[in-house]
């Protein structure tokens, strides 16, 4: 072991479990100041999320959509592509699914629906993403920019489609009409009767999210064209020697980030709402950039974040209600300090340890 | 004991002799040193500058650096030589506070002491300048060099005293220049000299250079040489790192040879020889001279007809070039770097656009202020170690396995239908691990932790085994150490015996008229000459300076 370098096991491990540590005790600080007791806010959270069947299938519905969009982001962070518009490719990817259950949902079972709409959700988010990849790739328009400026257009498109075309007459709220059967897909606790998952929304988009999860791995470490996007991403100019074309991979990349987040619609809009509805993405294409780099960009670490994520959202929400002075928004600020030592601070434990580890290292080498 | 040891030497203690006749090797060095020099600046003080006296290091289970002894008496130029991975810089990273030793005695002017950080090694007068420059390229000479010693909170102040410490000491050690150039406007020389005034102005009386020259031209590395003379004359002690034997023979007083982590001798530079000092480092006895054979030359297989091209500024670097490469030749390219070679490979290579050229590769002809990319090239037959392996040559966060196959990545034979065949390509870089003797012979390390010349054979494997008509190389030693610079030689060699056409761009002139069978220089963008290898370094240094223009044509 060389200097400055930590066994694997640390780097995922023992860092981002540091990490999340420091998160809970300053959280636990801000629970003291408002008066409550943080050993019984933290009994609330766990429980709410992993106590019972439901919050269990709860916690796994919210982490669904947190793969889904911690996968975009990921696979643009290897082409060295800083994705900030998961939050807007997906909100367009819904439509794209929402397109293919209002057209298919009357005449064909869930299961004929299903692969289209997967279709629909990737190609609508991909589309979203290729034009700030185009703008990235052909005219150096830098893409945190544009995505970022991208979620509000797609925010604004939304808004004028739900309120003006697809909203069903005579109804005053705007989303589309509910899907029929033919649109929806089957909840876990239909699927799996002998579990109690209660009234939750979890779906069988789990199952997708576990599946991308192995095609992304495979896409990334296995294919050529992961090959390409890991090369340039960690150094364009060797890319550009072994004649990878940046535009190419630019585009390419981005088309497929767009993609992973437009299926983050098939958890909410086909599998919980069976309609489409305004703001359905809810902020989760931002959590997704934290869960990408808690997850140090690896399908496993993401389903790992995607999970803790899902923990805080779900049990976030049982405490509030369990527990009244700890209102929705402190939950917002617990979930922001996850993701502002998870995300930002990712190293700043990692000096320490490598120190750590360097002393313990050496100790040995001289034994 | 160590203390001791030193001791004895200034007072000539008889009690202590004891321990100085257990020390002889030590003793016997530091003798050495003050009769060689016999100068004033050493007589006036007589005691080493630095001395180390049994230090180790080791990573893991890699030992860097073991029971180094070294004396370097005060007021000299110091040369450490060794290959790479041989120890220098870990050594030289604990003399600077990045590092802490295993275990040994650090002696800095006769006082045992430790070096925890670098801000201690500069307290103690140690200043170094690192191979790669540590300048903020957009502030001006005067920023950079008061950076982290702006005396107080208010810039002004400071500032003015710099400004006149700055001054004092360009007189002082003739090194002018102006302090409100901006950084990253001047030549690498000159930033150079502004790292060296930075160690100065912190007031270091112990210079480490760390392969100084390799950023540098010729006459960039005279000059160098002449302000380290300068410097050790006003009193100052220098060490300088290298694997250039050249460059240990010019300036240094004494020198000291590592090899695999062991300090295995010290001369006085005088009394050693090239030869003896790179069989030292090696520990065998090394052929400088390249084994030309005759080789019948056959037909071009590399023809390059009006190249001209522009850089991303506009600037036209590469002006009307024309020339061919025939089988079996090699066809070096000399001059100062920054010329237009580097602008020359990238067209040629595919990886940037002219502005207009021809080119025929192996008979086929390519218009080259079209669009063509790297891939293309390799396809026709051409391939490409580049001038800077860790900026293009390889990824440096892949393993060694994924870098052997970099832009060769779509061929067949490494895949199966879309996905990576990994375990053809593992299988493949063995083979060539073992024919080349890349070491540490793994398929799985990342190619960061390989060291130079390692690293460059990786790439040479990658590059010669695909079997091309074409070879483009740049600087194909720097960086690397002797015995892989042999190697990498025999294999340049081996492609020309196999009637390949080579056209080897390098900045080192011995390297180019070992090597080449004819040789053409640029200047400015121009081939300003045409030359065999039996030029001489005087005819070719005038064209690469770009006087004599006329004559050459």
Not at chain 1, 251 to 273: D, F, K, R
Not at chain 2, 379 to 395: A, C, F, Q, W
Request: aromatic residues 8%.
């Amino acid at each position: 072991m060389s200097k400055g370098q930590l066994p694997r096991w640390v780097d995922y491990g023992v860092l981002p479990a540091l990490n999340l540590l420091a998160a809970f005790i300053i959280s636990g600080l801000v629970v003291v100041v408002i008066g409550e007791d943080p050993f019984e806010a933290v009994k609330w959270l766990v429980w709410g999320a992993l106590g019972y069947g439901e919050g269990i299938g709860y916690t796994l519905y919210y982490a669904t959509n947190f793969i889904f969009t911690g996968l975009a982001v990921a696979v643009a962070f290897h082409a060295g592509l800083f994705n900030i518009g998961g939050e807007g490719q997906a909100y367009v990817g819904g439509l794209g699914i929402a397109l293919v259950c209002l057209a298919m949902d009357r005449f064909v079972p869930w299961w004929v629906t299903f692969p289209f709409a997967i279709i629909g959700g990737a190609v609508f988010g991909a589309a979203w993403a290729f034009i700030p990849g185009y703008l990235q790739a052909k005219r150096g328009s830098h893409i945190v920019i544009t995505t970022i400026m991208f979620n509000f257009i797609a925010s604004a498109l939304m808004v004028y489609l739900l309120s003006n075309i697809l909203i069903p007459q005579g109804t005053m709220s705007p989303s589309s009409r509910n899907f029929e059967a033919g649109g929806q897909l089957p909840l876990l606790r239909n699927v799996f009767t002998s579990f109690d998952f209660g009234q939750s929304p979890v779906n069988l988009a789990f199952f997708l999210a576990l599946a991308v999860c192995v095609v992304v791995w495979l896409l990334i470490w296995h294919t050529k064209l992961g090959y390409e996007i890991r090369s340039f991403g960690a150094n364009p100019d060797a890319a550009a020697y072994a004649g990878i074309s940046p535009v190419r991979i630019t585009v390419v990349t981005m088309l497929i980030s767009g993609a992973l987040a437009g299926l983050m619609g098939i958890n909410v809009v086909m599998g919980e709402q069976t309609r489409l509805l305004l703001d359905f993405a809810g902020g989760a294409g931002f959590v997704g950039i934290a869960v990408a780099l808690m997850g140090r960009g690896h399908p496993i670490g993401i389903i790992l974040a995607s999970m803790l994520f899902g923990l805080l959202y779900q049990g976030g929400a049982e405490l509030a209600f369990e527990i009244p002075t700890i209102s929705r928004d402190m939950i917002v600020v617990i979930q922001a300090l996850v993701i502002l030592f998870a995300g930002a601070l990712e190293h700043m434990f990692r000096p320490a340890v490598v120190a750590f580890f360097d002393r313990f290292s050496s100790d040995t080498a001289e034994a | 004991m160590g203390s001791v040891l030193c001791f004895s030497w200034g007072w000539g203690n008889a009690f202590e002799t004891v321990y100085f006749e257990s020390r002889n090797e030590i003793d016997a060095q530091v003798i050495d040193l003050i009769d060689q020099k016999g100068r004033a600046t050493v007589a006036e003080s007589n005691v080493p500058a630095i001395e180390l006296i049994g230090v180790s290091k080791s990573f893991g289970p890699v030992q860097a650096n073991k029971d180094i002894d070294l004396v370097v008496g005060k007021g000299s130029i110091h040369g450490i030589i060794g290959e790479n991975g041989a120890g220098k810089s870990t050594l030289m990273s604990i003399l600077y506070g990045f590092y802490h030793a295993d275990s040994g005695t650090i002696k800095i002017d006769d006082k045992t002491t430790t070096i925890p950080d670098s801000k201690s090694a500069i307290a103690q007068g140690i200043g170094m300048v690192h191979q790669h420059f540590m300048l903020v390229d957009p502030f001006t000479v005067l920023e950079n060099v008061i950076l982290g010693a702006e005396g107080g909170a208010l810039l002004k102040d400071g500032v003015a005293n710099a400004r006149r410490e700055l001054k004092r000491l360009a007189d002082e050690y003739d090194m002018t220049i102006d302090p409100d150039a901006v950084v990253g406007e001047l030549p690498v020389g000159l930033q150079q000299r502004v790292e060296i005034l930075k160690a100065l102005y912190r007031g270091a009386d112990i210079l480490i250079l760390d392969e100084p020259t390799g950023v540098l031209t010729p006459s960039e590395a005279d000059h160098l040489f002449r302000i380290l003379r300068v410097l050790r004359d006003q009193g100052k002690t220098v060490l300088l790192i290298t694997h250039k034997l050249r460059e240990i023979m010019d300036v240094t007083d004494t020198v000291s040879v590592m090899r695999r982590g062991e300090m295995v001798a010290s001369r006085k530079t005088a009394e050693t020889s090239m030869e003896e000092l790179a069989e030292l480092m090696v520990g065998r006895s090394v052929l400088l001279e390249v084994d030309k054979p005759e080789v019948e030359v056959g037909k071009p297989l590399l023809k390059v007809e009006g190249l001209n091209v522009r850089d991303d500024r506009g600037v036209l670097r590469v002006k009307d070039v024309s020339f061919e490469v025939r089988a079996g030749e090699v066809l070096g390219i000399a001059g100062v770097s920054g010329n237009g070679q580097s602008e020359l490979l990238a067209a040629l290579s595919g990886i940037t656009r002219a502005e207009s050229g021809k080119m025929e590769l192996s008979g086929e002809k390519l218009d080259l202020s079209e669009a063509h990319d790297a891939a293309e090239m390799r396809t026709k037959g051409m391939s490409h170690v580049p001038e800077d392996r860790h900026r293009m040559g390889l990824v440096n966060k892949f393993a060694e396995y994924e870098n052997s196959i970099l832009g060769y990545h779509r061929e067949p034979k490494y895949s199966k239908g879309m996905f990576l065949n990994k375990d053809a390509i593992r299988k493949e870089a063995k083979e060539r691990i073992e024919k080349y003797d890349i070491r540490p012979p793994t398929t799985e390390m990342t190619a960061a932790k390989f060291s130079g010349g390692n690293q460059q054979k990786i790439v040479l494997a990658r590059e010669i085994e695909c079997n091309p008509d074409v070879l483009l190389i740049g600087q194909p030693t720097r960086g690397v150490d002797i015995g892989a610079i042999e190697y990498i030689h025999n294999r340049i060699m081996d492609m020309r015996a196999q009637g390949k056409a080579v056209l080897l761009v390098s900045v080192e002139l011995e390297e180019i008229r070992s090597l080449s069978d004819r040789i053409i220089v640029m200047f400015d963008g121009n081939v300003v000459g045409e030359r065999g290898p039996e030029a001489t370094e005087q005819d070719l240094g005038l064209l690469m300076a770009g006087v004599n223009q006329e004559a050459a044509e």
